[in-house]
């Protein structure tokens, strides 16, 4: 699996060792950029077997496959941080298309038994306030930086789902996620980090930007699921119906805004969101609402999210205040991160 010192794949390494038994072999790929923590990996560092190693090399991954001939394969690598990429897009193009592009030949070259590709619901685009939700069957429309890097991965791997259908190669479209192991530069566990150093959570505009929230632990096993589905064949309607693709959306229906979500952190670590949160210029280009219905994977696979939100934030939110040495190394290690949109519109980065 790869992205595996990130937030999601690091999770999905932690409970893949839970699941599986014990002679399974975890070959885990990061090439630990910006977001890779080796850190994360730290609790099962003697049961997996690690590589450095970037997706979108084509030599140093097919030497890995070709070393280790993995029966199963995860694609969680990218670049993941929509405001980083309005000012480095072009890192987020390299991991989030070629990288993908990279993955699925390899495991055309290298056959495996089946491979997930982990995509977003930011695919997507934004969802007008009218309308219900995303499925699978949408187009995708998807208009930052990010998104539109992961677009372009998902065509790609679109188009080796009907090109190669031999390839058995699947994808997933996920809602936000939290949990354990975050990199503090994203909402929840920066709103956290922010607090217990005494500073206000910043929340971009109105804060009424609305978004679809999932436990960390509920994205894992949906993925797995996936991965180890018996789908059968893709029929040849699919070339004109996507939904028939191996394509699965995963969302638990939980809409929040970031404004509430900045609410009931600040009010988990019992204090008064008044006076802790701070309205800031909103980013360039921010997507207004996103939401997808999961009816396919629930149906089709039996996966249902488990994890309570109201729960889940709250030991969400225990799990950062206990695990301070591990921010606290991060922020050490890359620094305060903020974001300066004045340089956004030309030239090198101004990302602090
Ligand atoms: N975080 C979310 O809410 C969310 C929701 C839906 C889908 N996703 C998708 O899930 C995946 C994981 O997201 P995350 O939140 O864990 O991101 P993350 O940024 O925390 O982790 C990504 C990991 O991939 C590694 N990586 C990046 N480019 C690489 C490359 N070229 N080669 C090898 N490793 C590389 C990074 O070093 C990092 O360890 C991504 O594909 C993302 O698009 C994330």
Redesign the pocket.
Known sequence: M??A?????ANYVHHLLEWESSDVEVIA?????F??NYANLDPVADRIVFEK????DFESMEEIYRRFLPDFVVN??????NDRAILEPSAFM??NAL?AQVMAECSRLVPVRSHVH????EVYGELPSGDEWFTERSPLNAKTPYSAA?AAGDQIVRAYMQTYPELNIRMTH????YGPY??PEKLIPLAVTNILRGQKVPVYGDGLQSRDWLHVADHCAAVHRVLHAELGPIPPQAATEPGLLPIFDVSARCEVTNLDIARRVVAALGLDPSEWIEHIPDRPNHDRRYLIEPGKIESRLGWQPVHDFDAGITETVGWYVEHRAWWERILEEKGELGFDWSTAGRGPTGAG
């Not at 996920?174 to 996620?177: D, E, F, H, K, S």
């Open positions: 790869t992205g010192a990130g937030f999601i794949g790929v990061d090439s630990l950029g977001s890779g190693a970037d997706i979108a969680f690598a990218a670049e993941s941080h390299r991991s990288g982990v995509s977003t619901i992961k996920c809602a936000n996620n975050q990199l």
